[in-house]
T-cell receptor
């Protein structure tokens, strides 16, 4: 199957700082990538859909100015959590869609904001 | 709003004890039904995609089936390494993938 990587796998930061998470498709080009967040023992919640070369589409309730998404190439999408606060601590997972409907997921990034 | 509901929430099996996980979904506009496995602290690992009622797919001890209103993930003679959370997801005409809450499977040796 298609391989998706994320970096970093884990990050700890101080409240008020910004954190950038990278999502890469390693062996394929992805015109569409997705960003999810997952709280402990809960399922994945879609945050936004990232389309190469255009603005991301955010889900209702997700602040676009707080969660900046850039999809500058067919293999890279980035999520920047701006002015992070403790309530932003979560597990962030990206995915990429190959041909058809199937999404392949990255390994996730654990963010802890102190 | 499109809904994906999984049951049971948690399932504990003895090694070798076969069982099934259920996923019911909003029928209207379904484009695809997906099963993923997620281990703690990791991203979901793709297992199966099903597109039409009657379709079945198998991989090792797992078999996924799809009816007009639900999907089942059958686990035959499970082993401890099959312990994980199994996620069901569905895509609809708006292309969004909606996830169920998952079933936490524990297989005891």
């Amino acid at each position: 199957g298609a391989v998706v990587s994320q970096h970093p796998s884990r990050v700890i930061c101080k409240s008020g700082t910004s954190v950038k998470i990278e999502c890469r498709s390693l062996d394929f080009q992805a015109t569409t990538m997705f960003w999810y967040r997952q709280f402990p023992k809960q399922s994945l919640m879609l945050m936004a859909t990232s389309n190469e070369g255009s603005k991301a589409t955010y889900e209702q309730g997700v602040e676009k100015d707080k969660f900046l998404i850039n999809h500058a190439s067919l293999t890279l999408s980035t999520l920047t959590v701006t002015s992070a606060h403790p309530e932003d601590s979560s597990f962030y997972i990206c995915s990429a869609r190959v041909a058809g409907e199937t999404q392949y997921f990255g390994p996730g990034t654990r963010l802890l904001v102190l | 709003e499109d809904q994906v509901t999984q049951s049971p929430e948690a399932l504990r099996l003895q090694e070798g004890e076969s069982s099934s996980l259920n996923c019911s979904y909003t029928v209207s506009g379904l484009r695809g039904l997906f099963w993923y496995r997620q281990d703690p602290g990791k991203g979901p690992e793709f297992l199966f995609t099903l597109y039409s009622a009657g379709e079945e797919k198998e991989k090792e001890r797992l078999k996924a089936t799809l009816t007009k209103k639900e999907s089942f993930l059958h686990i035959t003679a499970p082993k401890p390494e099959d312990s994980a959370t199994y996620l069901c997801a569905a895509t609809y005409n708006n292309n969004d993938m909606r996830f169920g809450a998952g079933t936490r499977l524990t297989v005891k040796p």
